[in-house]
């Protein structure tokens, strides 16, 4: 059904958008009468999107880690549409392994899509949004963005990474009419642990930390407790209505791991103030 207050609807363009949550996300855009150029590494997996709606529907390939397929994703976005109002950086995967199992390859290449190709669109985009002083940049972080867990340091510090340069660029853009919301969703039914789920080699000697978080995270696959097309519909809400909030956290399991995270340091802080503050010249 078309927008009818606003006929025209905002250009959204989502990353990552053959499954999951940049799936659902299209599709809620879709829904409320907007525009949405999506993207994938195989735009084949789009052809069902652009079907349903092939005016408002640009399907694009991208893989964010290439440069030059940023740059002319963004070109055909503004050729096509002319805006691009909301950037939703999405595409990633996640992997699991101890640290001392996770190899150096292994590391960047998690650091590729999730923090890099992320602050690579979010470039591309900012000179369009700052001519136009609006628009919102979406960062589709995750729980693990501030919680850590057991087996999942690279995908964890990816997004600390990420949520550290969104932070910043959160003041650095409000001045200019651009808006940054961090979306921080715990577990839900998408393929994060299924075709975008990559288990390092296991080591014997972690049986008992990582071997736990390996077991969780096969039994769990299409068990998670979240509804992606219900986070769709909480990210479409959180853009349309602005404000002042910086993070939106989606599921209760990642309101309460982020509280209890906030509390443990909290915590440090208040048991370690006297030798904090002893240490001042």
Known sequence: ????????????????????????????????????????????????????????????????????????????????????DVLVNNAGYT????????????????????????VAMT??????????RTGTIVQLSSAAGIVTWAGVGAYCAAKHALEAMSESLAKE???????VLIVEPGMFRTKLLGASFRPTPAMAAYASTVGTMRAYSTQSNGQQPGDPAKAARA????????????RLPLGSDAVESIREKLAHIAADVDRTEPIARSTAL
Do not use: Y
């Open 1 to 84: 059904m078309e927008n009818i207050m606003s006929p025209q609807g905002k250009v959204w363009f989502v990353t990552g958008a053959s499954s999951g949550f940049g799936r659902c996300i299209v599709e809620e855009a879709l829904s409320r009468g907007e525009r949405v150029v999506a993207t994938a590494r195989d735009p084949r997996t789009l052809d069902e999107l652009v079907a349903r709606a092939p005016d408002r529907v640009l399907a694009v390939r991208l893989d964010v880690t290439k440069t030059h397929e940023v740059q002319s994703a963004v070109a055909a976005a503004l050729e096509r549409f002319g805006a691009i």
């Open 95 to 118: 992997v699991v392994g101890a640290v001392e199992e996770t190899s150096d390859e292994e590391l960047r290449a998690v650091f590729e899509p999730l923090f890099f190709g992320a």
């Open 123 to 132: 470039r591309a985009v900012l000179p369009h949004m700052r001519e136009r």
């Open 173 to 179: 853009v409000e001045p200019l009419g651009v808006r």
């Open 235 to 246: 990210i479409a809400d959180a853009v349309a209505a602005g404000g002042p909030a910086l």
